[in-house]
């Protein structure tokens, strides 16, 4: 067991972090799903995007603190195998966390209470709901979100292509 990342290989916490996200994305993925191809009155539909914005809060959360840690082990983590890797990992981590920030901007904003896992963390409010609050994620959730999946398809795309490719540098054995 080996807690902390080192050039070679990323570390349990590291690893523990980058596999259980996935899976909690993978979930998200199928709430979006079940909005976008089940009848709203289903007991599908309802099972699955009845969890979407507790989900999405703890995608937040995990990546607040999965950044942290990236950042306590970046001297002596793995190095990149190339810019664009690079690039498209810093992209993963900033979508992972604008997208569901506005998403709770907005949620606090329309003035509805929101009581994720039974917490009261919005009270909600009486009156008009906060415009500048609201606007964001109107504008930009949605497609980020299909953005953040795409990205994800293609970063898992790439990691199964380099272990394939003699030639390449094989990734996938030090986050596995
Ligand atoms: C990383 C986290 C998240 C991802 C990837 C994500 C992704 C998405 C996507 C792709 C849609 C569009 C579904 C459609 O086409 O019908 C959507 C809609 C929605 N999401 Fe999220 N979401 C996240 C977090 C959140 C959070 C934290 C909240 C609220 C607290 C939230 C609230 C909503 C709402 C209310 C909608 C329907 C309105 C709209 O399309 O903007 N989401 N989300
Ligand atoms: C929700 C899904 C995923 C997200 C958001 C994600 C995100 C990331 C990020 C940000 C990194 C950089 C290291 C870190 O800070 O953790 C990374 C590394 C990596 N990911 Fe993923 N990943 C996902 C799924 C997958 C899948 C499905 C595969 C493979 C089939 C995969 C293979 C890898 C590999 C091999 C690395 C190490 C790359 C290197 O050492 O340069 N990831 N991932």
Do not use: C
Not at 8 to 24: A, D, I, P
Not at 39 to 44: K, N, P, Q, T
């Amino acid at each position: 067991m080996q807690t902390w990342d080192n050039t070679e290989r990323y570390g349990t916490v590291s690893r523990v972090l980058h596999w259980g996200m996935g899976l909690v994305i993978l979930w998200q993925l199928l709430t979006v799903l079940a909005r976008v191809f089940f009848d709203d009155e289903s007991a599908l539909y309802g099972f699955f995007w009845g969890t979407h914005r507790e989900t999405g809060l703890l995608i937040f959360l995990l990546v607040l603190l999965r950044g942290v840690w990236a950042l306590a082990n970046l001297s002596r983590r793995p190095p990149s195998v190339s810019l664009p890797a690079k690039l498209g990992h810093i992209t993963l981590y900033l979508l992972m966390i604008v997208i569901p920030f506005l998403a709770l901007l907005r949620q606090y904003g329309s003035g509805r209470a929101f009581e994720p896992f039974g917490i009261p963390l919005f009270p909600g409010f009486e009156g008009d709901s906060i415009d500048w609050m609201m606007a964001p994620a109107t504008l930009f959730h949605s497609w980020a979100g299909y953005l953040l999946f795409s990205l994800i398809i293609g970063h898992a795309a790439m990691a199964i292509w380099r272990r394939r490719d003699p030639e390449k540098q094989d990734v996938l054995s030090r986050m596995w």
